[in-house]
């Protein structure tokens, strides 16, 4: 280490580290299968991934990264989080990293996103019917000896 030049110590540059704009941010997220109150069991959720996302997202920006790195993201949900020992869902008011990181707003929960309204019911294949005789008088053959 060299002395400055003014004198007093030794040359001390300030380390930069990342600030908090730069700052990545982990989320788990959970995407569940239909619109319900409580989580009961393993079996209520579709998907489950973890995403990084920029601190400094917006609102608007950080449902679109959800979009695209969430796989069957519905096309309207909510983002909830888990609460208490009844395992209720409770929507998030704030829907930015920014807001949901600092405070704490997941605490130890997942994201959740929970679809809104009823999830239309899976295509189901028409029963093949075969064709019936149609009732009305029915055709009597005399037969012919020979």
Known sequence: MFRREEGGGPDRRRRTGRTVA???????????????????????IAVTCTIVVPYNLD?????????????NVPPQFDLCR???????????????????RPGNALG?????????????????????????PLPGPSRVVPQVEV
């Open 59 to 71: 609102s608007a920006q950080f449902l679109q990264a959800l979009r695209e790195k969430v796989p």
């Open 108 to 132: 130890r929960s997942n994201l959740y996103i929970r679809p809104k309204g009823a999830a239309p019911p899976p295509p189901q294949s028409e029963p093949v019917s075969h064709p019936q």
């Open 22 to 44: 730069r700052r990545p941010v982990t989320v788990k997220v959970s995407v569940l299968k239909q619109d319900k109150d409580t989580y009961s069991s393993p079996m209520d």
């Open 82 to 100: 888990l609460v208490g020992h009844h395992r209720t869902f409770v929507a998030l008011t704030s829907l930015c990293p920014s807001e949901i």
